[in-house]
């Protein structure tokens, strides 16, 4: 199901002296069977525009495009029920969405409203309860009993019972420790993969953007700034930046490694004019090396002027892509070389920059241009031997 906005403006209390423009003027499209990512900051506007997506808002002018359905202001919000069914939610705040006596009975609640018998709503709740990752023994338990993670899981599960077309998601790992939110990223990637789900995620980790969605939309103060793949969002590191919006780790990191490559080849410039005997051999040594396997991270950065990816975001992908064998070799190497104090100012940056980087993450992301974890390791060694051998 396609979902287009067109000039939606939203007011909060509208034509009452407390009336807080939410949305204004918004234009996008979420385009069928895609894995969309909205993102901004605090207050930009991201649930207000999810509430529109089943009816539970409706524009103060503009219009919603809600498959066949077109929501104004207008419209006679009653007759939306079946929109429900089709476009499923999972608020930011999920204990609002609980409300039964024990978790079977709460998730059974949507497909029972819709007409299955409890017979079949309650064996549909056993199977959902177990796709959320938590126990048969919690059926009977009551949903107010649960940690704030597994809150969210029912109510995921429940919103799943209905077997929505599109699945909306706001913040959906919030309150998960790691393990708990890889597992639930998984769960909508398989459904987005394999049930040909339309995904719509709220989220302000730029990880998940980059690993898992194929579509995305910037908000800033109720406008969209910016919609696009998430390879020309993230393009644009100072625009991010700009914006106080973060560059997902990986991309992140090797502008930090490019950042400490071009401070290397500064002080061995430097190093260079002051001693002019050995310069000659210095030059030859960093042309050589600017021409060995080691150059990986020269060659994509010219490639990228190509590319609509950054610099660094081009390198990061085509690093993703290519095989690890550079690294054997150079660590070989680097195991017979000295490394240099400018090679251990650079380790220690790099050790610095590492631990930042892989800061709550224990896991590769393997999909996209996210670099795996050995990627990393493979890069910095050819950055180690750079400094090592310049
Ligand atoms: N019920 C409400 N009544 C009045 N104003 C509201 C209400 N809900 C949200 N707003 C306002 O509308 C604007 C957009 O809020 P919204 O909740 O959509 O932001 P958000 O992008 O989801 O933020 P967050 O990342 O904090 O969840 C904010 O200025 C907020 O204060
Ligand atoms: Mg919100």
């Given at each position: 199901?396609?979902?287009?906005?067109?000039?939606?403006?939203?007011?909060?209390?509208?034509?009452?002296?407390?009336?807080?423009?939410?949305?204004?003027?918004?234009?996008?499209?979420?385009?069928?069977?895609?894995?969309?990512?909205?993102?901004?900051?605090?207050?930009?506007?991201?649930?207000?525009?999810?509430?529109?997506?089943?009816?539970?808002?409706?524009?103060?002018?503009?219009?919603?495009?809600?498959?066949?359905?077109?929501?104004?202001?207008?419209?006679?919000?009653?007759?939306?029920?079946?929109?429900?069914?089709?476009v499923g939610i999972v608020f930011q705040f999920p204990e609002s969405q609980l409300f039964d006596e024990t978790i079977g009975q709460d998730i059974a609640f949507g497909p029972k409203n819709f007409g299955m018998s409890q017979e079949e709503a309650l064996v549909l709740a056993h199977d959902k309860l177990k796709e959320v990752h938590l126990p048969d023994e919690y059926f009977d338990r009551s949903p107010f009993d649960l940690s704030g993670g597994q809150k969210r899981r029912v109510a995921i599960a429940g919103v799943l019972a209905l077997e929505p077309e599109v699945l909306v998601l706001d913040e959906p790992t919030a309150g998960l420790d790691p393990r708990g939110a890889k597992e639930m990223m998984q769960l909508f990637y398989r459904l987005h993969t394999e049930e040909g789900l339309t995904i719509v995620l709220v989220t302000h980790q730029m990880e998940y953007v980059a690993s898992f969605a194929d579509h995305v939309i910037v908000l800033e103060k109720g406008q969209v700034v910016k919609e696009g793949s998430p390879e020309e969002i993230f393009s644009d590191a100072n625009w991010l930046h700009e914006k106080q919006l973060s560059l997902p780790w990986a991309s992140a990191f090797h502008r930090e490694l490019l950042k400490a490559k071009d401070e290397l080849d500064k002080e061995t410039t430097l190093e260079d004019s002051d001693n002019s005997p050995v310069s000659q051999d210095a030059k030859s040594t960093r042309e050589e090396t600017s021409q060995s396997p080691l150059s990986q991270s020269d060659a994509s950065m010219e490639s990228s002027s190509k590319s609509p990816l950054s610099q660094s975001d081009a390198s990061v992908e085509s690093s993703s892509k290519r095989p690890l064998s550079q690294s054997d070799s150079s660590m070989g190497s680097l195991s017979k070389s000295p490394v240099s104090p400018s090679g251990c100012q650079l380790s220690q940056r790099l050790d610095k920059s590492l631990d930042q980087a892989l800061d709550g993450q224990n896991e590769p992301l393997s999909h996209s241009y996210a670099l795996t974890i050995d990627e990393l390791a493979d890069r910095i060694v050819l950055f180690l031997k750079e400094g090592a051998d310049s």
């Open positions: 199901m396609e979902i287009a906005f067109k000039k939606v403006s939203f007011d909060y209390q509208a034509g009452t002296p407390f009336s807080n423009t939410a949305l204004k003027d918004v234009t996008f499209t979420i385009p069928s069977g895609s894995f969309t990512a909205i993102i901004g900051h605090t207050g930009s506007g991201k649930s207000t525009i999810l509430q529109h997506l089943n009816g539970l808002l409706k524009p103060t002018s503009g219009e919603v495009h809600l498959g066949d359905t077109l929501i104004t202001k207008d419209s006679d919000m009653k007759g939306l029920k079946g929109l429900r069914k089709k």
